[in-house]
T-cell receptor, first 118, second 113 residues
Framework: SAVISQKPSRDICQRGTSLTIQCQVDSQVTMMFWYRQQPGQSLTLIATANQGSEATYESGFVIDKFPISRPNLTFSTLTVSNMSPEDSSIYLC???????????????FGEGSWLTVV | GQQVMQIPQYQHVQEGEDFTTYCNSSTTLSNIQWYKQRPGGHPVFLIQLVKSGEVKKQKRLTFQFGEAKKNSSLHITATQTTDVGTYFCAGRGSGGSNYKLTFGKGTLLTVNP
């Protein structure tokens, strides 16, 4: 398993501002991801954070809006830029850990960053 | 793209009643995972199913993976108030080397004591 720490855990942000969320993992992991969970909704993958290269974004998400850094194998940041009320969500950092015996992988989530944009 | 449908969206039961949530994928999956999210919390991994027709049990929870590896279910026997939360299935497509999961919309379970 992995212990994933996210900061901030909660924030109230003004419209038009940007906020950077940090994700720290207690071990080196190859695969790190950022998910968004809008109120009462499921989890949507924003991007895969690649160490040493640009993140891989899913359809509907762009780097200008959600720039991501991954300077090493234990740390990543997600910035939510020029926020609007529609960006009010839980943002979750996650990692994929290979299961013993190579039987696939398990996704572990951080505790999330609850953002409210006013 | 791959879609994972999950039903029901909500389920309210009396404590002691059983509960089942179902997942159906538009494509064949290499594996399916189940998560529980308590109100105000983050998703927590419950189990992964890999083999066709696989059945796994965790105490009162029974997980099944369909023969065609396109559907799955989670059954809780004799629900307790501690079972309250949203249960998500998440499927990983077959083929390719990425770790991307597609989540269902989740089933919110509430239990009346």
């Amino acid at each position: 398993s992995a212990v994933i720490s996210q900061k901030p855990s909660r924030d109230i942000c003004q419209r038009g501002t940007s906020l950077t969320i940090q994700c720290q993992v207690d071990s080196q992991v190859t695969m790190m991801f950022w998910y968004r969970q809008q109120p009462g909704q499921s989890l949507t993958l924003i991007a895969t954070a690649n160490q040493g290269s640009e993140a891989t974004y899913e359809s509907g998400f762009v780097i200008d809006k959600f720039p991501i850094s991954r300077p090493n194998l234990t740390f990543s940041t997600l910035t939510v830029s020029n926020m609007s009320p529609e960006d009010s969500s839980i943002y979750l950092c996650s990692v994929a850990i290979l299961r013993p015996g190579g039987s696939g992988n398990t996704i572990y989530f951080g505790e999330g960053s609850w953002l409210t944009v006013v | 793209g791959q879609q994972v449908m999950q039903i029901p969206q909500y389920q309210h039961v009396q404590e002691g009643e059983d509960f089942t949530t179902y997942c159906n994928s538009s494509t064949t999956l290499s594996n399916i995972q189940w998560y529980k999210q308590r109100p105000g919390g983050h998703p927590v991994f419950l189990i992964q199913l890999v083999k066709s027709g696989e059945v796994k049990k965790q105490k009162r929870l029974t997980f099944q993976f369909g023969e065609a590896k396109k559907n799955s279910s989670l059954h809780i026997t004799a629900t307790q108030t501690t079972d309250v939360g949203t249960y998500f299935c998440a499927g990983r497509g077959s083929g390719g080397s990425n770790y991307k999961l597609t989540f269902g919309k989740g089933t919110l379970l509430t239990v009346n004591p």
